[in-house]
């Protein structure tokens, strides 16, 4: 039997202001026809299953799975971008976690390697509640420190992927992509920059949605740059707050974002949620643009 899951509160939750609302929703003009697209949208790291690294000791990674499925649920969240994802690891059981997600939730899922693992594969996956039409993986810059002669932990030149799935909403198409980058400025850097030449060339009539963890500060060059291209939640909706997302047992810094593109898509509110079921807490926005669908 699935035991009992402490929900414990981050120690930080914020909640931007707007209207919070849930699930794509349409505002028709007199005539019928669609005025405006709405969508709930979280971004959660959720370090396979292994829990907040502080409880010990920690439950199951399948358990705490289920736990994060029905959080999901609970949230109303339309599109989901995961990090720190397995699929048939042998550490994790040999489960392929989004598809264990998708199935608690009733949501479709994609799921990208960053790198082979144990019998299987570690990456970043997504969830959503419409048709995956589409998917593509961009395999990202990252930097072979120990072939420069660095002395640095071999984890840190992890090769890095963003996943970008084309989804098939009531409103028109969304394009949502999901990523995890480097543990260095110098990484994430070039990181950004691929990632934003991707969304750049994008239909610019179409919402383009990037989420997850991205290692950096909110002030740092390589988020710096994003914002330049896109709107980001936490600056959109309360600018020069940025509540803190990691670690969940104590958040203390910002480092898991959402950003949008495209289509006149804006943020209408954000907010961090009281989970630990992993060292990362969830991060939920509302987003909102005009459709003729």
Same mark, same amino acid.
């Given at each position: 039997?699935?035991?009992?899951?402490?929900?414990?509160?981050?120690?930080? #939750?914020?909640?931007?202001?707007?209207?919070?609302?849930?699930?794509?929703?349409?505002?028709?003009?007199e005539?019928?026809?669609?005025?405006?697209?709405?969508?709930?949208?979280?971004?959660?790291?959720?370090?396979?299953? /292994?829990?907040?690294?502080?409880?010990? &000791?920690?439950?199951?990674?399948?358990?705490?799975?289920?736990?994060?499925?029905?959080a999901?649920?609970?949230?109303?969240?339309?599109i989901?971008?995961?990090?720190?994802?397995?699929?048939?690891?042998?550490?994790?059981?040999?489960?392929?976690?989004?598809?264990?997600?998708?199935?608690?939730?009733?949501?479709?899922?994609?799921?990208?390697?960053?790198?082979?693992?144990?019998?299987?594969?570690?990456? +970043?996956?997504?969830?959503?509640?419409?048709?995956?039409?589409?998917?593509?993986?961009?395999?990202?810059?990252?930097?072979? *420190?120990?072939?420069?002669?660095?002395?640095?932990?071999?984890?840190?030149?992890?090769?890095?992927?963003a996943? /970008?799935?084309?989804?098939?909403?009531?409103?028109?198409?969304?394009? /949502?992509?999901?990523?995890?980058?480097?543990?260095?400025?110098?990484?994430?850097?070039?990181?950004?920059?691929?990632?934003?030449? *991707?969304?750049?060339?994008?239909? &610019?009539?179409? &919402? +383009?949605?990037?989420?997850?963890?991205?290692?950096?500060?909110?002030?740092?060059?390589?988020?710096?740059?994003?914002?330049?291209?896109?709107?980001?939640?936490?600056?959109?909706?309360?600018?020069?707050?940025?509540?803190?997302?990691?670690?969940?047992h104590? &958040?203390?810094?910002?480092?898991?974002?959402?950003?949008?593109?495209?289509?006149? /898509?804006?943020?209408?509110?954000?907010?961090?949620?009281?989970?630990? #079921?992993s060292?990362?807490?969830?991060?939920?926005?509302?987003?909102?643009?005009?459709?003729?669908?």
């Open positions: 039997m699935l035991r009992t899951l402490t929900f414990v509160l981050c120690t930080a #939750l914020f909640l931007a202001s707007g209207c919070g609302g849930k699930h794509v929703d349409a505002v028709a003009d005539g019928g026809a669609v005025q405006e697209a709405r969508l709930t949208a979280m971004a959660y790291n959720i370090r396979v299953g /292994a829990g907040d690294a502080v409880t010990k &000791p920690a439950p199951p990674h399948d358990e705490t799975l289920r736990a994060i499925a029905k999901i649920t609970d949230s109303g969240a339309d989901v971008l995961l990090q720190e994802v397995d699929n048939g690891v042998r550490r994790s059981g040999g489960t392929d976690q989004a598809a264990l997600l998708a199935a608690e939730t009733g949501m479709h899922h994609a799921f990208a390697e960053a790198l082979p693992l144990q019998g299987g594969s570690y990456g +970043v996956a997504l969830l959503s509640r419409w048709p995956i039409r589409s998917t593509e993986v961009l395999r990202l810059p990252f930097i072979d *420190y120990a072939a420069r002669g660095e002395d640095k932990p071999a984890y840190f030149s992890e090769p890095r992927v996943l /970008a799935a084309t989804l098939d909403t009531p409103h028109g198409t969304v394009i /949502a992509i999901s990523t995890h980058l480097g543990l260095t400025g110098e990484q994430r850097k070039l990181q950004t920059a691929r990632i934003a030449e *991707y969304v750049a060339a994008q239909d &610019p009539a179409v &919402p +383009v949605l990037l989420a997850g963890d991205f290692n950096a500060a909110p002030d740092s060059p390589a988020l710096l740059g994003l914002r330049a291209l896109m709107h980001e939640a936490f600056a959109q909706c309360s600018p020069g707050v940025f509540p803190p997302t990691f670690p969940s104590k &958040p203390d810094r910002t480092i898991d974002y959402l950003f949008v593109r495209g289509g006149g /898509a804006e943020f209408e509110s954000v907010r961090v949620l009281p989970l630990r #079921l060292d990362h807490c969830p991060v939920e926005a509302v987003l909102s643009w005009k459709s003729a669908e």
